[in-house]
């Protein structure tokens, strides 16, 4: 995931990401700050740090540190669920004055180990090969893990149909014997009417 968004000085924002249990999750940031003379985004904020916010699906705090103008962070998630990243600047000017618009460039990798060229390039072939292969397994056990937490997800949202669908069934079933029941009552109650004004 990358992307980039803009943001007031004093302004949380955050994202929401479906990771599964046991991954490493890399995120790596960079703000820009706007200058209004050059009317532009200036290539850095030198000064200015992010607060970076990690909670879990259970509403746990993860990861809460300060960061630089750029920076990298990771965590490990234990459970499987929606994790919430939050981003704010460390801005200690006055919400009132504090209108400087931010730029914050965003990547998010999830369950990846990336590989180091320069390590790459500076061991021979043999290990080389051997450092990819391990690498490849990495993200072969990740997909896998990736592809059981879908899996657990589908079979979840298959058992509440499956209920819902239940739960409809018995619904329609008790309002049929209901409008049985009243029209039998009904039957009844019109039958005891007419024979008591001796229609019948």
């Not at 391990?134 to 072969?140: D, M, N, P, W, Y």
């Not at 592809?147 to 018995?170: A, D, G, M, P, V």
Request: with cysteine; net charge negative.
């Amino acid at each position: 995931l990358a992307l980039y968004f803009h943001s007031g000085e004093r302004e949380e924002k955050c994202i929401i990401e479906d990771i599964p249990s046991d991954t490493l999750v890399v995120g790596n940031y960079k703000v820009q700050r706007w200058d209004i003379h050059k009317q532009d985004f200036l290539e850095s904020a030198p000064g200015l740090g992010m607060f970076v916010t990690v909670t879990t699906p259970s509403a746990e705090v993860l990861l809460s540190k300060l960061y630089g103008p750029q920076g990298t962070f990771s965590f490990t998630s234990y459970l499987s669920g929606e994790h919430i990243i939050c981003l704010q600047s460390n801005s200690t000017r006055f919400v009132a004055f504090a209108g400087s618009k931010l730029r914050i460039h965003l990547d998010i990798r999830v369950g990846e180990h990336f590989l180091d060229e320069s390590v790459v390039q500076a061991k021979d072939k043999v290990n080389e090969v051997n450092f990819r292969l391990e690498h490849l397994i990495e993200q072969i056990h990740h997909i896998s893990k990736e592809q059981n937490y879908e899996r657990e997800r589908e079979e979840k949202f298959r058992k509440t149909s499956e209920e819902t669908n239940s739960n409809i069934l018995w619904w329609a079933i008790v309002q049929t014997l209901i409008l049985i029941s009243i029209g039998i009552w009904q039957i009844k109650s019109l039958r005891d009417f007419f024979i008591s004004k001796k229609l019948v």
